[in-house]
Nanobody, 128 residues
């Protein structure tokens, strides 16, 4: 399984950035996809997650709700994170992650331990 994240960079506060994650080696449509972020000295923090067809349900952390939007393209095996109105506090390494869906009654998990597969991370730096 490979998750290749891209799109990070250095931006100013208030700017937008779009992260993408290309997945391979897994049945993409049967996985919850999520973005986490990590700053030095801390564990990975859940940012956003998205389920699969038919509902494509989503979940966001409170600190990004209303500013970030997660989406997925099952045909392209990709998941994206549109980040608007970025703040210096959003500075982190962003990781995409995948968790297999084991039940039709699944929910989007927010703990990093619930995710089996991780990308290599992409740095997002927001200057004030």
């Amino acid at each position: 399984v490979q998750l290749q994240a891209s799109g990070g960079g250095l931006v100013q506060a208030g700017d937008s950035l779009r992260l993408s994650c290309a997945a391979s080696g897994l049945f993409f449509g049967s996985h919850v996809m999520a973005w986490f972020r990590q700053v030095p000295g801390k564990g990975r923090e859940f940012v956003a997650g998205i389920g699969t067809r038919p509902n494509y349900n989503t979940d966001y952390s409170d600190v990004v709700k209303g500013r970030f939007t997660i989406s997925r393209d099952n045909a392209r095996n990709s998941v994206s994170l549109q980040m608007n109105t970025l703040e210096p506090e959003d500075t982190a390494v962003y990781y995409c992650a995948a968790a297999p869906i084991r039940s039709v009654y699944y929910s989007i998990k927010t703990s990093e331990g619930d995710y089996d597969n991780w990308g290599q991370g992409t740095q997002v730096t927001v200057s004030s």
